[in-house]
């Protein structure tokens, strides 16, 4: 009996201390990337603060830039972005290993959409919220692939990059 108390008591204490958030709090991780998206292909940077445990707080600047055929003409156009988001990580929750990182959690930013005087069509410039879903591997301890999804911003459908924990 006392093996299998030492055995439960043994398996808790390592999910626990594999489980940790991987990103400490008071700490930083630089992100790059690109956006997944029909028109263009945007870029992305941003910064990720832990805030609490579980918690991180970030801000991100993206852009992006392609060409439109409206009308039999062409014009090009060019959307940033800034933005702020705060992400809830399951890692402590879901006892999932620290070289893993699943988030979830909110964005709100604002647009700038260029195009020339001539074009016609319809762009839009202003507030954009969304909410986002995501995770990510590391390869090392300061280096991490990361993939998210999300809409309701300038990369509705996603994007794809790296992590440096700063």
């Known amino acids: 009996m006392k093996k299998l108390i030492f055995g439960i008591a043994f398996a808790m204490i390592s999910a ?20 997944f998206s029909d028109v263009g ?20 600047f993206s852009y992006r ?5 409206w009308n039999n003409d062409y014009y090009n156009h060019n959307i940033m972005g800034f933005s702020g988001n705060g992400n ?41 919220l969304g909410a986002q879903i995501g995770g990510r591997y590391y ?5 991490g ?3 998210e999804f999300g809409g309701g911003n300038a990369f509705s459908g996603g994007k794809l990059g790296l992590s440096f924990k700063l």
């Open 139 to 143: 390869l090392s301890n300061k280096v």
């Open 65 to 69: 830039s392609f060409r439109e055929n």
């Open 41 to 60: 292909t945007p870029f992305y940077l941003g910064i990720d603060y832990s805030a609490l445990k579980d918690l991180t707080i970030g801000g991100e």
């Open 88 to 128: 809830y990580h399951f890692n402590s929750l879901l006892a999932i290993p620290r070289n893993w990182d699943f988030y979830a959690g909110l964005n709100v930013g604002f647009y700038v959409w260029t195009s020339p005087d001539a074009y016609g069509g319809s762009n839009s410039s202003g507030l954009g």
């Open 145 to 147: 692939l990361n993939l």
């Open 16 to 35: 626990y201390s594999f489980s940790q958030s991987p990103l400490p709090v008071g700490r930083s991780q630089f992100n790059v990337g690109v956006g």
